[in-house]
Nanobody, 124 residues
């Protein structure tokens, strides 16, 4: 039974940092590409970052490049999203997803398995 448990969201001032965690169970991180999406009120869901299970390449949305870092700990079967220099426009519900499209460091989409979201709110 595949499960994804996201945590680490919260309220932070602009310029601050948060680290999101996604604990995976029921599969190994080597099995599926895994990453983070976000959805702000009234906006479409956006792919933020992912790690390809095929070759380890990492994708970042242009809006977060240089500020966010995705990483994984295979021993803990957990993926992290370190978010620095947060901006009010980063405010959204962040979702962890697995078995998604994560190609060549340039393409992210889909998502077969989803965790419950964690709210990130950045105040100005």
């Amino acid at each position: 039974d595949v499960q994804l448990q996201a945590s680490g969201g919260g309220l932070v001032q602009a310029g601050g940092s948060l680290r999101l965690s996604c604990a995976a169970s029921g599969f190994s991180l080597d099995d599926y590409s895994i990453g983070w999406f976000r959805q702000a009120p009234g906006k479409e869901r956006e792919g933020v970052s992912c790690i390809s299970s095929a070759d380890g390449r990492i994708y970042y949305a242009d809006s977060v490049k240089g500020r966010f870092t995705i990483s994984s700990d295979n021993a803990k079967n957990t993926v992290y999203l370190q978010m620095n220099s947060l901006k009010p426009e980063d405010t959204a519900v962040y979702y962890c997803a697995a078995d998604l499209i994560c190609l060549f460091g340039t393409v992210m989409g889909g998502g077969h398995y989803w965790g419950k979201g964690t709210q990130v709110t950045v105040s100005s």
